[in-house]
């Protein structure tokens, strides 16, 4: 009776125990990893707890699977290939949440079932699932509480910790249990400190939202970003290259040895600036403005010019520039900027039906018709004359501050309709433009973005990348925004009234806008959005002068920061030093960011959030006039301190 009882058990724990469908992990503890010392562990947990925060479960399914690589084959000591290739996230659909690592492709393909994991002979994976402490084994929960280890979020809004083991099904249809060992727990804290940046980018594949029940498609999708390594595992190098793709077969070719640019001793012929492989109408649209020679400067008509024929991204007036500029510079870059051009399609986002191509502000302005009219007099110079947050108004009220913008083009100033049927008062959280217009119900042909790229980045960053803000805002805390160098901003405070309205009930931010730009008669004032759930405060000075004066910060932003452009940002680059807060910043271009992350790395500031494309980016592309690079207003974003 004994033993039957002993087996009925087992198969109840098998049934309803830890994990989607899995059973219990059978006593396994990240403490008897050899080799994993106990900072690292506190790092994978932190690292654990950033991705739950970014919510993967509320679009990803297990039928989603993602590709995942993670530096070189040869990295990976005696089996020279990547051992988890393949993950997918589980319990979007109810139960444990948690997310699967599989050896191949084609075992998450075999294992993959709509609500379980099926248990396929000889078929191992890594397994992370997030469980609240009560329902930890008593040497996971010793082990919480000894490091005080961080939690995760769980969807109850309790806190839960992951548990990770590597599972294995045996013939029988049993499953058996393990530690996992120290490679494969760096390959963990690899993907999940990428996934956490990268989800979000993921695009649905229509416009419109999927019908209930119906598996949301996305757009293939292939991107890749620097992760640090814990001081306590890195190797040879602080750094690593992590790719994530959708689906786990989009291309990636490991870069064969010898491409380096010095191999290039004579410089390329160059070639007219359109190239062969651009179309008609791209280059009729770049061909009326002057450009700029990159060697001396000389500005020169667009069909006159000619680029690197290699790279395509630099503009010179005559070969014998190009020549010169190649044996002085830019050889050795070329590849680099080759790689930034091969990312130009990848960058541009193609849902909206109005020119992305900026060749002259007023032009481009006139052509969505809205030249001179309301806010949108900060995006070209017909009034700089006006200092900024000066700009004379009409009592149009919000919609005269859109320029005249037809009703339903714009956001209107109030709360979304129906927002989950008024079930949550949880912050939207959204992965880019189309499910934010599918939410505001504004047509593709609104050039909305061009000015809403500040507060839905700022909103973005609060949500998705400051892990610390975000946990205040749901659980209803003021989040302190320190905001440095604001310019058309100020001018711009109907459209941060979104931000109110993406709180959707929860939190409260308070923003201060602090800049040498700000009028002083505007310094001191205090501007309420969304309820009072938003307020921006207005300072005038610099930021190493003001910041004793402010509310300690739970986040500074710099958006399209220029660092490398400004001998003024030493003195605030010091403060967010000392003061250890989070900092993020934007920019236009990937060379911009290059060398924005020089000037952090020379004022003692690392970088913890590397360079990542923005998915709230203007999807207006600068025309810049020496170079061909893609560049966008708060194109990229990178952090410290985070």
Not at 11 to 19: H, K, N, S, V
Request: glycine residues 8%; contains cysteine; neutral net charge.
């Amino acid at each position: 009776m004994e033993v039957h009882l002993r087996d009925l058990f087992c198969r109840f724990q098998e049934q309803f125990g830890a994990g989607p469908g899995l059973g219990p992990s059978s006593g396994t503890c990240l403490l008897r990893v050899d080799g994993a010392p106990p900072a690292f562990i506190r790092s994978l947990f932190r690292a654990a707890a950033a991705l739950s925060r970014t919510d993967p479960w509320k679009r990803l399914r297990p039928a989603h699977l993602i590709g995942v690589r993670v530096g070189r084959d040869a990295d990976w000591g005696s089996i020279r290939r990547q051992p988890f290739p393949c993950a997918q996230f589980v319990g979007g659909d109810g139960g444990d949440l948690g997310l699967h690592l599989f050896s191949s492709e084609q075992d998450a393909l075999r294992a993959t079932a709509p609500r379980e994991t099926l248990r396929v002979p000889n078929v191992e994976l890594l397994r992370v699932v997030f469980l609240p402490e009560g329902l930890l084994s008593p040497a996971n929960r010793r082990m919480v509480r000894s490091l005080s280890l961080e939690a995760a979020a769980g969807p109850d809004g309790g806190d839960r910790y992951p548990v990770v083991d590597v599972a294995r099904f045996a013939p029988s249809g049993g499953v058996r249990f393990r530690n996992p060992t120290l490679e494969e727990l760096r390959f963990l804290y690899a993907f999940m400190r990428a996934a956490a940046l990268v989800h979000p980018l993921l695009s649905a594949a229509d416009e419109a939202a999927p019908r209930r029940g119906r598996l949301l498609a996305f757009d293939p999708f292939i991107e890749t970003v620097d992760v640090n390594w814990p001081s306590e595992v890195s190797r040879c190098s602080d750094l690593v290259a992590v790719t994530i793709s959708h689906p786990p077969g989009e291309a990636y070719d490991e870069k064969k040895p010898g491409l380096s640019p010095t191999r290039y001793m004579e410089p390329p012929s160059p070639s007219k600036e359109e190239g062969p492989q651009e179309s008609e109408t791209k280059a009729a649209q770049w061909s009326a403005a002057l450009r700029q020679c990159s060697m001396c400067e000389k500005e020169v008509h667009s069909e006159q010019s000619l680029c690197c024929g290699r790279c395509r991204a630099v503009v010179y007036c005559s070969p014998a520039c190009q020549k010169q500029h190649w044996k002085e510079t830019h050889r050795g870059i070329c590849s680099l900027y080759k790689a930034m051009m091969e990312r130009e399609e990848e960058l541009a986002i193609k849902i909206f039906v109005f020119p992305c191509l900026v060749e002259h502000p007023c032009n481009w302005l006139e052509s969505v018709g809205v030249h001179q009219k309301g806010m949108w007099r900060r995006l070209c110079g017909c009034y700089s004359h006006c200092p900024f947050g000066l700009l004379p108004t009409r009592n149009g009220g919000h919609s005269e501050a859109w320029g005249g913008l037809r009703d339903g083009d714009y956001p209107p100033d109030s709360a979304f309709p129906n927002y989950r049927d008024g079930a949550s008062t949880s912050p939207a959280l959204l992965s880019g433009w189309s499910e934010y217009y599918a939410l505001r119900s504004l047509p593709m042909s609104s050039p909305a973005p061009a000015i809403l790229s500040y507060p839905l980045t700022v909103y973005h960053i609060l949500t998705a990348q400051a892990m610390d803000s975000k946990s205040r805002l749901v659980k209803g805390r003021e989040v302190i925004v320190h905001y440095l160098g604001p310019e058309g901003e100020l001018d711009w405070m109907p459209a941060f009234m979104e931000i109110g309205h993406l709180l959707n009930g929860s939190g409260n931010v308070q923003i201060f806008m602090v800049g040498p730009e700000v009028p002083s008669n505007l310094s001191g004032t205090a501007s309420g959005f969304g309820g009072g759930r938003v307020k921006v405060n207005l300072v005038r000075g610099v930021y190493q002068e003001e910041a004793p004066l402010l509310p300690l910060p739970s986040v500074v932003l710099a958006l399209n920061c220029g660092l490398e452009s400004f001998g003024s940002w030493t003195g605030a680059l010091e403060v967010i030093k000392s003061s250890d807060a989070p900092a993020f910043f934007t920019d236009r271009s990937e060379v911009a960011c290059a060398n924005a992350k020089q000037v952090l790395r020379g004022a003692g500031l690392h970088i913890t959030h590397p360079v990542t494309p923005n998915p709230f980016r203007s999807p207006v592309r600068d025309r810049l006039p020496s170079s061909n690079l893609p560049s966008f207003s708060n194109g990229f974003v990178f952090g410290v301190n985070t």
